[in-house]
């Protein structure tokens, strides 16, 4: 290449620099931008693509090539055999654990999803994956151990998961509004564009709204049937 364009000048540019912090794009230099942008392009193919269903010749002058399966791994070796010793057990517990289909699992950005537990502190980190597969402490899983399960703020139902988002307990749905209007500052903060974040935020709201009428409705209905 240097001998058929004399003029060009070769520089090296570090990869995967958005991997590690979180300078926005259009702030970053060209040639950052443009890495970025064929790392992006790549993935994309990757996800888009068919798995090839025979190994690709070793690239001209590799002293070594390591292949799983019939991929062939160029970058991230540890962390691409490390994935590919534990996918299959995993896949089958998240699957069953989240109720999930083959698809929807692979519609999952896994590797954005621990990029950004990365960022937290370790006690964030496990309460996030707590929360993400039902792990937390509450009164679903103290039935487990003889303990009594129900809510201790409202005292009408069992504490699962699910229900600190729907408790009637007016404490709780305080929290739960400031939770709500916190992330979305948050998200404004990050530079996140509205059109992104406002349907979350506006589902979110209304999933938590109707869920309260119901309740409410319940109650005064289930008060009445006992007057």
Not at 1 to 12: E, I, S, V
Not at 139 to 163: F, Y
Request: charged share 25%; net charge positive.
């Amino acid at each position: 290449m240097a001998r058929t364009f004399k003029t060009l000048k070769f520089a090296w540019v570090k990869g995967h620099q958005d991997d590690n912090d979180d300078t926005p794009f259009e702030q970053r230099p060209l040639p950052v931008r443009l890495n970025i942008a064929c790392d992006n392009a790549a993935n994309e193919c990757m996800r888009n693509c068919i798995k090839p269903n025979k190994r690709a010749r070793p690239m001209e002058g590799a002293g070594a090539t390591l292949y799983l399966g019939t991929n062939m791994v160029t970058t991230d070796m540890k962390e691409q055999i490390q994935y590919a010793a534990q996918l299959p057990q995993m896949k089958k517990y998240i699957k069953k654990r989240l109720r999930c289909t083959e698809e929807a699992f692979e519609e999952i950005n896994w590797r954005a999803l621990g990029r950004a537990k990365k960022r937290l502190k370790l006690n964030q980190s496990i309460r996030t994956s707590k929360m993400i597969y039902g792990w937390l402490n509450i009164g679903v899983q103290k039935k487990h151990m003889g303990q009594d399960s129900t809510c201790p703020c409202c005292g009408n139902a069992t504490e699962t998961q699910i229900h600190l988002y729907r408790c009637t307990n007016q404490k709780m749905r305080e929290t739960l509004k400031s939770s709500i209007a916190n992330v979305k500052s948050k998200l404004v903060q990050d530079g996140i564009p509205s059109s992104i974040y406002n349907p979350f935020i506006g589902e979110s709201t209304q999933i938590a709204n109707t869920i309260l009428k119901a309740r409410v409705t319940e109650l005064k209905f289930n008060r009445n049937v006992r007057l």
